[in-house]
């Protein structure tokens, strides 16, 4: 592992620490920020902020990675596609949290192995886009980054990258972080709660099959508890969070060196993702990830070469350290069955094993007519099954899935069993960037996923 006290020379024969080599580097998708004193002010606050996640915590994780990249757990990522800062309420924390640890009931249930439970939460505030500018009539103005960068209100005003919300990215992460370690930590993931999960989301034909499975488990957990088991290790779940390293100004003053080992570690979430956008293998992101400890997910679409891939591997994992490297597919349904293959042949003949994990959104965007960014559901099904076929033809482990979601009843995505239709889209769209799951889609996801785990 390439360390942060490894100097770099530069040409001009100054040294700096590696841990900002990514400053030479060509860079993509950060904003204009109109005054870099400003920046560098807010970045210097952050680095004197406490870290939000723990060393140990990190190294935890990794282990719990390992274990699914050799197909004895499966990892769970869900979440917002943009974070907002309006959104950070206690009833929508609430609502993903409880929608992700139904998910991880389920495929439990399903899979009888582990479920890593992660969060696209407490961070998920930064967002690469297709195009600098959004022209509305005949105003163009610079597109919305998300919240951590500028406002969603279509004025110059709003659009303008303000500083002040990289602090205030910071404070909103804190908080989120502190709901989820107050749901997960403190009784209410109890898995003797697995009833309480389901109540408060509109009655749909998923919450009818879920409340059939938490009546066996609840069962069960009665059984056991009746036969002298003790149940104490079932008031606190694992909960880890991660989110896109996107934006240098909020990523690198959140790097710290731990006092245990003297290595770095990105303390703004445990696990971290380059996009599909911003990761060139000579560029700003990957650089500056492959000098972090923390376990790493990289974004793949259907265009990843295995030579693309093998050079990932080499420059984020150089010493194959299990668990630290998931490669996340998002091929798109209509070709996932042809790209991905060839990379899981080429990863079986290769020295390393890295955690393979589904995005069956990214890859599945779709424009209605009146304007909606959305996607099908059957689609998003086609491209989970697409991954998994794949995985079986190969014998590799297909390990986990990566989704948009969303605890609140909203209408983004088209079809699931209350056949959402473009009409409705209109009804209740509230995401400000990709379309997310309802709960009921990522409900009927899990059903579906743990059948294929089954399989
Ligand atoms: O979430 C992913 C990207 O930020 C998003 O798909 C970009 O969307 P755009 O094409 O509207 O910019
Ligand atoms: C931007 C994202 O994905 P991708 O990099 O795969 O487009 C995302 O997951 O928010």
């Known amino acids: ?96 949290v409880k929608t992700i640890l139904q998910m991880a009931v389920v495929l439990t249930y399903g899979a009888s192995m582990p479920v890593i439970k992660m969060g696209r939460m407490a961070g998920q505030f930064a967002k690469p886009r297709s195009s600098d500018t959004e022209t509305r009539g005949d105003v163009t103005l610079p597109a919305y980054r998300g919240d951590i960068v500028n406002g969603y209100d279509f004025t110059p005003e709003s659009r303008r990258a303000d500083p002040n919300r990289l602090v205030q990215g910071y404070h909103m992460a804190a908080s989120t972080l502190n709901l989820i370690r107050a749901f997960t930590q403190g009784g209410f993931a109890d898995l003797r709660q697995v009833h309480s999960w389901n109540k408060g989301f509109a009655a749909n034909p998923a919450n009818h099959q879920y409340e059939q499975l938490a009546g066996q488990i609840d069962k069960a957990v009665r059984f056991m508890e009746a036969a002298g088991a003790d149940f104490d290790e079932l008031k606190r779940v694992e909960f880890y969070t991660a989110h896109e390293g996107l934006l240098m100004d909020y990523e690198r003053p959140m790097t710290r060196i731990d006092s245990r080992t003297g290595t770095p570690y990105n303390t703004s979430a445990h696990f971290i993702w380059i996009g599909e956008r911003t990761r060139d293998l000579d560029g700003a992101h990957v650089d500056f990830l492959s000098r972090v400890r923390n376990p790493i997910g990289v974004k793949l679409g259907p265009s990843t070469t295995p030579q693309t891939m093998h050079e990932l591997i080499e420059k984020l994992d150089p010493d194959r350290e299990p668990g630290r490297l998931t490669f996340i597919t998002r091929m798109g349904a209509g070709k996932i069955r042809d790209a991905l293959p060839p990379l899981l042949e080429a990863i079986k003949a290769a020295d390393a094993n890295p955690l393979w994990v589904t995005d069956p959104m990214h890859g599945n965007g779709i424009t209605t007519p009146n304007g909606y960014k959305t996607r099908r559901f059957d689609d998003v099904v086609d491209e989970v099954k697409g991954f998994f076929e794949s995985h079986r033809a190969v014998g590799t482990h297909p390990g986990g899935i990566h989704v948009e979601l969303t605890g609140d009843d909203v209408t983004e995505c088209l079809g699931g069993s209350e056949m959402l239709d473009e009409a409705s889209l209109a009804t209740r769209y509230e995401s400000l960037c990709d379309p997310r799951l309802n709960h009921m889609q990522s409900l009927e996801l899990a059903f579906l996923v743990a059948e294929e785990l089954g399989k």
């Open 1 to 96: 592992m390439t360390n942060v006290t490894d100097p770099v020379v530069l040409a001009d024969d100054s040294v700096i620490s590696g841990l900002d080599y990514w400053r030479e580097l060509p860079i993509k998708q950060q904003p204009e920020w109109p005054d870099a004193d400003a920046v560098g002010r807010a970045s210097a606050q952050i680095a004197s902020f406490p870290p939000l996640v723990f060393a140990g915590e990190v190294d935890i994780l990794r282990e719990r990675l390992a274990r699914a990249a050799s197909g004895d757990a499966f990892l769970l990522q869900g979440g917002d596609c943009a974070e907002t800062f309006a959104g950070a309420t206690a009833d929508q924390i609430r609502n993903r």
